[in-house]
T-cell receptor
Framework: EAGVAQSPRYKIIEKRQSVAFWCNPISGHATLYWYQQILGQGPKLLIQFQNNGVVDDSQLPKDRFSAERLKGVDSTLKIQPAKLEDSAVYLC????????????FGPGTRLLVL | LAKTTQPISMDSYEGQEVNITCSHNNIATNDYITWYQQFPSQGPRFIIQGYKTKVTNEVASLFIPADRKSSTLSLPRVSLSDTAVYYCLVGDIPPGIKAAGNKLTFGGGTRVLVKP
């Protein structure tokens, strides 16, 4: 079974630029999560999808961050415009969404905003 | 959501048993306790989950006392490759119930260093 795929693995941009991250969850997993992990801290949930609907986006800075999961499979997280404090690893995770809520994480995208 | 407290770091040696205790004083009746492991440059990986008493799998054991206000992750005979950050999480939606996913809050984790 293939794991959660993310791209790109690394990205360097200047502040005020835009950036997008892509996630392909494990096949058949209904729930998809985006986390932000700042160096030295635990992951912080940004947004959670159930199929193509948003379940929780209470910690998503909606003035600059957006995410979508068209067709309930792949997902894209966008930052526009980026700030210095957005430098972090962005993790995508997925779970079956039924009786098994174990989350499986991708390798993450490391973003550096200069 | 129940807040968790765990030591910032722990050192151990190869072959020893490592026990990491997590405090969750305001755990709710429906909360489950889950532990994740994270290696550098990787996403967290599920280790074990439990509700009460003891749970054991091929990787670790999880001990939960009757009051459930704390839990201890036990890693038997650690090796250098067990050097990682270990996160204790308390989930407010138990598994086995069809719901919109488990909302888990990660704390700072415990950085375990296994020395030769």
């Amino acid at each position: 079974e293939a794991g959660v795929a993310q791209s790109p693995r690394y990205k360097i941009i200047e502040k005020r630029q835009s950036v997008a991250f892509w996630c392909n969850p494990i096949s058949g997993h209904a729930t998809l999560y985006w986390y932000q992990q700042i160096l030295g801290q635990g992951p912080k949930l940004l947004i959670q999808f159930q199929n193509n609907g948003v379940v929780d986006d209470s910690q998503l800075p909606k003035d600059r961050f957006s995410a979508e999961r068209l067709k309930g499979v792949d997902s894209t997280l966008k930052i526009q415009p980026a700030k210095l404090e957005d430098s972090a690893v962005y993790l995508c995770a997925s779970s079956r969404g039924l009786a098994d809520e174990t989350q499986y994480f991708g390798p993450g995208t490391r973003l550096l905003v200069l | 959501l129940a807040k968790t407290t765990q030591p910032i770091s722990m050192d151990s040696y190869e072959g020893q048993e490592v026990n990491i205790t997590c405090s969750h004083n305001n755990i709710a009746t429906n909360d489950y306790i889950t532990w994740y492991q994270q290696f550098p440059s990787q996403g967290p990986r599920f280790i074990i989950q439990g509700y009460k008493t003891k749970v054991t799998n091929e990787v670790a054991s999880l001990f939960i006392p009757a009051d459930r206000k704390s839990s201890t992750l036990s890693l038997p005979r650690v090796s250098l490759s067990d050097t990682a950050v270990y996160y204790c999480l308390v989930g407010d939606i138990p598994p086995g119930i069809k719901a919109a996913g488990n909302k888990l809050t990660f704390g700072g984790g415990t950085r375990v260093l296994v020395k030769p």
